[in-house]
């Protein structure tokens, strides 16, 4: 068949059989990935009637939302969970050591992550693969289950949106601003269930760290997966990871698309979310001068080297406002290794920003930096709901690392661009 979306020609080519969207095929993940929420989906497992993983290579777990455990009940679901990897011969496990870090930037600095593959995870943001010209999409725990029981899982094939964008990104402008401005266009539910592929001029202009921004928040838009075809930058970091032995798999040039959208990159100021969708965007410059309370710089959004980088550009040689804590929050213990090598974290402790170790735990409110009621945060993060970070009486902003650290020296939120020293957009 040709005129195929990737959606179509990976499921397609899993499967075995020629497809379309609206189809549903039973494939074979090559990778399932699950992290803290693996505890519960060993219950389901055991009920499943099955002893044994069918394929336990194929499993990887990554301890990152609660480490180290915040309760009894989070240190208890890790025992659980070391047991079981023990007891089915799982290798690829990251405990809570150097070793590891947010599970979506380890699995990709693993090289896990490699074009023309289909992973699936116990996480929304298993999207975040994409940025690797792989179909990666979240699944439940109970489909997780089923998958180490059997190996396999029924998959509807998604429709596909064509979201292209061209032009130059102007300065202090970012993914994360691109990411926002477009959620903001076409809504939060403005891909459901659809797979989402990103292509243009900007795009193939972008680092992969920044193309991972995309992909990452492609889950925010309802997408089941976000695609960005691989190239000379993909294969160069799976090289790095030592990754080999991998297929990529393109859209053909005439795939018939659901929708195309195009995009202006000129036209993309710096961008905020404001609190309680992440849909309620505005350009930064509408909503100076709010005061916040603290500042998170990290998670699997924002939290890899090229983001540290850039808000230590800003903050070198300044000072955060005494009004607002800055919490930074490496992505992997690898990317706060490189940190620590270039200086990077040497110049945030000295502007004031308390570094944490590599993980989830802001983010979702699990522990490390919980709001009070009232309070309001400025997050790198990729969700703002009300409760998001522990407190349903508090208030999420989110927006770029560039954004977080001039606003964390003004105490109040701020356009990038009025900071001098502000780094521009990492190639």
């Given at each position: 068949?040709?005129?195929?979306?990737?959606?179509?020609?990976?499921?397609?080519?899993k499967?075995?059989?020629?497809?379309?969207?609206?189809d549903?095929?039973?494939?074979?993940?090559?990778?399932?990935?699950?992290?803290?929420?693996?505890?519960?989906?060993?219950?389901?497992?055991?009920?499943?009637?099955?002893?044994?993983?069918?394929?336990?290579?194929?499993?990887?777990i990554?301890?990152?939302?609660?480490?180290?455990?915040?309760t009894?009940?989070?240190?208890?679901?890790?025992?659980?969970?070391r047991?079981?990897?023990?007891?089915?011969?799982?290798?690829?496990?990251?405990?809570i050591?150097?070793?590891?870090?947010?599970?979506?930037?380890?699995?990709?600095?693993?090289?896990?992550?490699?074009?023309g593959?289909?992973?699936?995870?116990?996480?929304?943001?298993t999207?975040?693969?994409?940025?690797f010209?792989?179909?990666s999409?979240?699944?439940?725990?109970?489909?997780v289950?089923?998958?180490?029981?059997?190996?396999?899982?029924?998959?509807?094939?998604?429709?596909?949106?064509?979201i292209?964008?061209?032009?130059?990104?102007?300065?202090?402008?970012y993914?994360?601003?691109?990411?926002?401005?477009?959620?903001?266009?076409?809504g939060?539910?403005?891909a459901l269930?659809?797979?989402?592929e990103?292509?243009?001029?900007?795009?193939?202009?972008?680092?992969?760290s920044?193309r991972?921004?995309?992909?990452?928040?492609?889950?925010?838009?309802?997408?089941?997966?976000?695609?960005?075809?691989?190239?000379?930058?993909?294969?160069?970091?799976?090289?790095?990871?030592?990754?080999?032995?991998?297929?990529?798999?393109?859209?053909?040039?005439?795939?018939?698309?659901?929708?195309?959208?195009?995009?202006?990159?000129?036209?993309?100021?710096?961008?905020i979310?404001?609190?309680?969708?992440?849909?309620?965007t505005?350009?930064?410059?509408?909503?100076?001068?709010?005061?916040?309370?603290?500042?998170?710089?990290?998670?699997?959004?924002?939290?890899?080297?090229e983001?540290l980088?850039i808000?230590?550009?800003i903050?070198k040689?300044?000072k955060?406002?005494?009004?607002?804590?800055?919490l930074?929050?490496?992505?992997?213990?690898?990317?706060?290794?490189?940190?620590?090598?270039?200086?990077?974290i040497?110049?945030?402790?000295?502007?004031?920003a308390?570094?944490?170790?590599?993980?989830c735990?802001?983010c979702?409110?699990?522990?490390?930096?919980?709001?009070?009621d009232?309070?309001?945060?400025?997050?790198?993060?990729?969700?703002?709901?009300?409760?998001?970070?522990?407190?349903?009486e508090?208030?999420?902003?989110l927006?770029s690392?560039?954004?977080?650290?001039?606003?964390?020296?003004?105490?109040?939120?701020?356009?990038?661009?009025?900071?001098?020293?502000?780094?521009?957009?990492?190639?």
């Amino acid at each position: 068949m040709t005129n195929l979306t990737f959606a179509e020609k990976i499921l397609g080519k899993k499967a075995g059989k020629d497809v379309s969207a609206g189809d549903i095929v039973v494939v074979s993940p090559d990778i399932v990935m699950s992290h803290d929420n693996s505890s519960a989906i060993i219950q389901k497992f055991k009920k499943t009637g099955y002893d044994k993983i069918k394929y336990p290579d194929r499993i990887v777990i990554v301890l990152d939302h609660t480490v180290p455990p915040a309760t009894s009940k989070y240190a208890n679901n890790h025992r659980a969970i070391r047991n079981f990897v023990k007891e089915q011969g799982i290798k690829n496990f990251y405990d809570i050591n150097t070793q590891g870090g947010i599970c979506h930037q380890v699995v990709s600095e693993k090289g896990y992550a490699k074009p023309g593959t289909l992973i699936l995870g116990a996480d929304s943001h298993t999207t975040t693969y994409g940025a690797f010209g792989v179909f990666s999409a979240g699944i439940g725990r109970s489909e997780v289950a089923a998958i180490w029981a059997t190996g396999e899982i029924w998959l509807k094939v998604p429709e596909t949106i064509k979201i292209q964008v061209n032009g130059k990104l102007k300065e202090g402008v970012y993914a994360k601003d691109l990411a926002l401005y477009i959620i903001g266009k076409i809504g939060a539910d403005g891909a459901l269930y659809k797979s989402v592929e990103f292509t243009g001029e900007t795009i193939s202009h972008l680092s992969q760290s920044s193309r991972m921004v995309l992909s990452n928040m492609a889950a925010e838009m309802g997408a089941k997966n976000g695609y960005i075809a691989s190239d000379t930058k993909t294969y160069k970091w799976l090289k790095e990871a030592g990754a080999e032995d991998y297929e990529p798999v393109f859209a053909d040039k005439d795939a018939k698309y659901e929708n195309i959208i195009q995009i202006d990159a000129n036209e993309i100021p710096p961008m905020i979310a404001k609190p309680h969708t992440v849909d309620n965007t505005a350009p930064v410059q509408d909503v100076q001068g709010i005061k916040f309370h603290q500042g998170l710089i990290g998670t699997c959004t924002n939290g890899r080297l090229e983001d540290l980088e850039i808000a230590a550009k800003i903050l070198k040689g300044k000072k955060i406002h005494p009004d607002v804590r800055l919490l930074v929050l490496p992505a992997s213990w690898s990317v706060y290794r490189e940190a620590i090598n270039k200086g990077i974290i040497n110049i945030l402790i000295d502007a004031g920003a308390i570094i944490l170790n590599s993980g989830c735990g802001p983010c979702l409110g699990a522990h490390e930096g919980i709001l009070a009621d009232g309070e309001t945060c400025l997050s790198t993060a990729n969700r703002n709901f009300k409760g998001r970070m522990g407190n349903p009486e508090s208030f999420i902003y989110l927006a770029s690392p560039a954004t977080v650290a001039a606003s964390a020296i003004k105490g109040v939120i701020t356009d990038p661009r009025e900071i001098v020293g502000g780094a521009s957009q990492p190639r």
